[in-house]
């Protein structure tokens, strides 16, 4: 049986987008939700995105550096946000994004 093979870009996107589903579930038990909703909002965006680069990239669309550099800036645009807060999974979140755009870069490059 072939073994898939994913790129370190590929691995990077679903890695975010788990850590950015967990972030987001995460928040939604928090006491004082209100305070978490633009959290929860840019990482159910950005888990989104991640899903969609690497579903692209494994399909080898020609759009994939288009579709990478949008990823990279979901990522950025997360990390801004969950970096402000404390938590272990918004610093997770926040880690995993800086990876996944780092990745990205290199594939809109």
Not at 37 to 52: F, P, Y
Not at 60 to 66: G, H, R
Not at 70 to 94: I, N, P, T
Request: aromatic share 2%; charged share 30%.
């Amino acid at each position: 049986m072939n073994e898939i093979q994913f790129s370190d870009c590929v691995r990077a996107c679903m890695t975010c987008s788990l850590a950015c589903t967990n972030c987001a579930s995460a928040c939604l038990k928090e006491e004082h939700l209100e305070m978490m909703r633009e959290c929860i909002q840019r990482c159910l965006d950005c888990a989104d995105l991640c899903q969609l680069c690497a579903r692209m990239q494994q399909k080898q669309s020609p759009f994939i550096k288009e579709i990478c550099e949008l990823c990279a800036k979901a990522c950025d645009y997360c990390v801004e946000e969950c970096g402000h807060h404390e938590d272990d999974h918004c610093q997770q979140c926040a880690e995993a994004c800086r990876r996944c755009a780092e990745e990205c870069r290199k594939m809109a490059a």
